[in-house]
Antibody, heavy 118, light 112 residues
Framework: QVQLVESGGGVVQPGGSLRLSCAASGFTFSSYGMHWVRQAPGKGLEWVAF????????YYADSVKGRFTISRDNSKNTLYLQMNSLRAEDTAVYYCAKDSIAEAFDIWGQGTMVTVSS | QSVLTQPPSVSAAPGQKVTISCSGS????????VSWYQQLPGTAPKLLIYENNKRPSGIPDRFSGSKSGTSATLGITGLQTGDEADYYCGTWDSSLSAPNWVFGGGTKLTVL
């Protein structure tokens, strides 16, 4: 079945780095754009980053631009999010989501928790 | 502060109907498709409506969407206790120099 599984979350100190992964299965990963979306504890959804199906274009929310890098390995059906210079306000559950027609997110992973704290 | 504005909460009795509004501007809802997501407690969001009013397979027709100008509405009929969740609207925003996806702040539905 169509599935996205995130991993790599954890506790990191302010200023530290973390790399999240999202393993895709059940669909042709190399044909779709992919997103990262996060949700701070008790808060709403915030779009973080997008990468086109072939990795040719990447877009970021202003809140993470210059600190986070989205990438993908289509040979491994895996999406990544490299997070550097982490701040307390980056604490959130991070979801990967598959892009669909009309700017919708049609498949979501279960999420991975990132906590930035000293 | 979210780009799209939703009421923080709505409530209704089982079997009744409820609507959730989502207000934006010409740079987002006014010129792009709206989607809606349901997030049950402790779970990931799930796509309910895309392209303003279309339902993915498996989503019951109790859920409907509409859009008019710079606002969109999610409707849920025949409310069930299992519908208690947070609901989010989302769309693409073209106000910045690069593509940017935006969400509403979310609406908590309580089925009394």
């Amino acid at each position: 079945q169509v599935q996205l599984v995130e991993s790599g979350g954890g506790v990191v100190q302010p200023g530290g780095s973390l790399r999240l992964s999202c393993a895709a299965s059940g669909f042709t990963f190399s044909s779709y754009g992919m997103h990262w979306v996060r949700q701070a504890p008790g808060k709403g959804l915030e779009w973080v980053a997008f990468i086109r199906y072939d990795g040719s274009n990447k877009y970021y929310a202003d809140s993470v631009k210059g600190r986070f890098t989205i990438s993908r390995d289509n040979s491994k059906n895996t999406l990544y999010l490299q997070m550097n210079s982490l701040r307390a306000e980056d604490t959130a559950v991070y979801y990967c989501a598959k892009d669909s027609i009309a700017e919708a997110f049609d498949i979501w992973g279960q999420g991975t928790m990132v906590t930035v704290s000293s | 502060q979210s780009v799209l504005t939703q009421p923080p909460s709505v409530s209704a009795a089982p079997g009744q109907k409820v609507t959730i509004s989502c207000s934006g501007s010409s740079s987002n809802i006014g010129n792009n498709y709206v989607s809606w997501y349901q997030q049950l407690p402790g779970t990931a969001p799930k796509l309910l409506i895309y392209e303003n009013n279309k339902r993915p397979s498996g989503i019951p027709d109790r859920f409907s969407g509409s859009k008019s100008g710079t606002s969109a509405t999610l409707g849920i009929t025949g409310l069930q206790t299992g519908d208690e969740a947070d609901y989010y609207c989302g769309t693409w925003d073209s106000s910045l120099s690069a593509p940017n996806w935006v969400f509403g702040g979310g609406t908590k539905l309580t089925v009394l």
